[in-house]
C-alpha cells in the first residue's frame, strides 16, 4: 500500500492579515487618487482604525523650506495641528528630518527629546504610550516624516508597525511627488495661459504704441509671452520705431514694474565716459571723480536696464557686460569689491547685429546671452 505524507498548511494570523489589508488598501487609494489630501488622510485612518496606530501624522516643510508642519492627520484636533511645528533638529520629529533616521520612543515620559508640543499628555491614555516617528524620501533625501502614537503594552510587535509603516511612508512620498509634480505642472499652465491671454486681450495704447497692423499684433503677443520669463531681450528695427516703447512696455507688463527702468542711449554718450555711466565709479577713482558714483545697471538693480543702441558698445565693454549678464555683479571704476545686481536686461538696436557678429564687431557670446 503506498502512503500519502500530509503537509499542515500554516494559517495566516489576524496580524499578518489586518497588515495586508492595510497595505492593499493603502496602495489602492494612492493609485487612484492623486488629491494628496484625501488618499494620505484616509491612510492615516486606516492605520489607525485597523493597527492601533493612532494620531498618525505627516509633517512637510514650510514653504519656504524652514519648520516642518503637520500637513495631513487623523485623531488631531485643529489646534493640535496647529502647535505640532518644529525646527529642523528640535524634538524627536525634526530630529528624524534632520537625519533621516527612524525613531523609536518606546516610553514617551523617559524621552527627553519629546516635547509633547502637539498632544499634551493628559490628552493620551494614563500608561505607557510609544511614539515612532519615519522620514519621508526623495531618493535619498528626507522631504517629511510619518510619525503615529502606540500603546505600549499591545502584544503586537513593534517590528510589525515598523513594516507596515516603511511600505505607508514609501507610498505617502509617492503621493506627495506625484501631488507636487501635477501642482506645478498646473502652475507653468496656468500661467502660459495667463501670459497668452493677456497677448491677445491686450492693446499697445496704455504704453503709447498705437497701430492695428497684423505685424504689430504679432510683436504686441511676442512682447507679453517674454515680459515674465525674465530673459534679456533684443529689439530690433529702424530709428523711431518705438523700440523704447516697447521696452517699457515690456518692464510694465513684468514682475519687476515696480523696480525702477533706468535707459541709456549707448551711441548718445563718449565711449570715454561710456563705462563709468554703466558701471559707475568710486570717489578719485579718475581726475574729476569727486565722489562716489552709482552706475545705471546698479541703479536699474530690481527692474529693468533698456540699452538702445547696444551696437555701438566697444569689444571691452561688450565683454563687461556679458560678465554682468552671466554673473549678475559689477565692479565700479577704480572699485576693488564684486557689487551684486538683480537686473534684466533689454536691448535695442537699428544695426544688423548678425552682421556685426560675422565681421567681428559684436561679441557672438553676447548676442546669443
Known amino acids: 500500500m503506498s502512503s500519502l505524507h500530509a503537509t499542515a498548511v500554516t494559517p495566516i494570523n489576524e496580524s499578518s ?5 492595510v497595505i492593499d488598501e493603502v496602495a489602492r487609494l494612492i493609485g487612484q487618487s492623486a488629491d494628496a489630501e484625501h488618499a494620505i488622510s484616509a491612510t492615516l485612518r486606516l492605520l489607525s482604525q485597523v493597527l492601533g496606530l493612532n ?16 500637513r495631513y492627520a487623523y485623531g488631531l484636533t485643529a489646534d493640535e495641528r496647529a502647535r505640532g511645528s518644529y525646527a529642523l533638529g528640535e524634538g524627536v520629529t525634526g530630529k528624524v528630518m534632520q537625519t533621516g533616521q527612524t525613531a523609536i520612543v518606546q516610553d514617551i515620559d ?62 505617502i512620498s509617492q503621493i506627495l511627488l506625484i501631488n507636487r509634480l501635477i501642482s506645478e505642472r498646473t502652475a507653468a499652465l496656468i500661467s502660459e495661459n495667463r501670459s497668452l491671454k493677456n497677448a491677445l486681450d491686450s492693446k499697445g495704447g ?7 497692423s497684423a505685424a504689430l499684433g504679432h510683436a504686441l503677443r511676442q512682447a507679453h509671452r517674454v515680459a515674465d520669463t525674465g530673459a534679456s531681450v533684443l529689439l530690433t528695427g529702424d530709428s523711431g520705431t518705438g523700440k523704447e516703447k516697447f521696452a517699457r512696455m515690456l518692464h510694465l507688463v513684468s514682475a519687476r514694474k515696480d523696480c525702477p527702468f533706468v535707459a541709456l542711449n549707448c551711441a ?17 577713482s579718475f581726475t574729476g571723480a569727486v565722489q562716489t558714483k ?9 527692474g529693468t536696464l533698456f540699452l538702445d543702441e547696444i551696437g555701438d558698445l566697444s569689444l571691452e565693454l561688450q565683454s563687461k557686460l556679458l560678465r554682468v549678464l552671466e554673473e ?42
Open 294 to 302: 552709482k552706475g545705471r545697471i546698479e541703479l536699474a538693480s530690481g
Open 328 to 369: 549678475q555683479t559689477i565692479q565700479r571704476i577704480g572699485g576693488v569689491k564684486d557689487i551684486s545686481v538683480d537686473i534684466r536686461v533689454v536691448a535695442a538696436t537699428h544695426k544688423n547685429l548678425q552682421e556685426a557678429v560675422n565681421t567681428r564687431e559684436f561679441r557672438i557670446d553676447l548676442f546669443i546671452a
Open 206 to 212: 496704455p504704453y503709447g504704441i498705437l497701430g492695428e
Open 110 to 171: 523617559d524621552e527627553p527629546h519629546y516635547l509633547r508640543r502637539a498632544v499634551e499628555r493628559t490628552t493620551l491614555p494614563p500608561e505607557t504610550v510609544a511614539y515612532i516617528a519615519m522620514p519621508l524620501f526623495k531618493d535619498d533625501t528626507a522631504i517629511g516624516v510619518l510619525a503615529v502614537h502606540r500603546l505600549r503594552r499591545r502584544q503586537r510587535p513593534f517590528s510589525a508597525d515598523l513594516r507596515v509603516l516603511r511600505v505607508a511612508a514609501t507610498l
Open 55 to 70: 494620531r498618525g501624522r505627516v509633517l512637510l516643510p514650510d514653504t519656504g523650506g524652514g519648520n516642518l508642519g503637520i
Open 17 to 21: 492579515h489586518n497588515d495586508l489589508l
Open 268 to 284: 548718445a554718450i563718449p565711449s570715454e565716459l561710456l563705462e563709468s555711466e554703466l558701471f559707475g565709479h568710486e570717489k578719485g
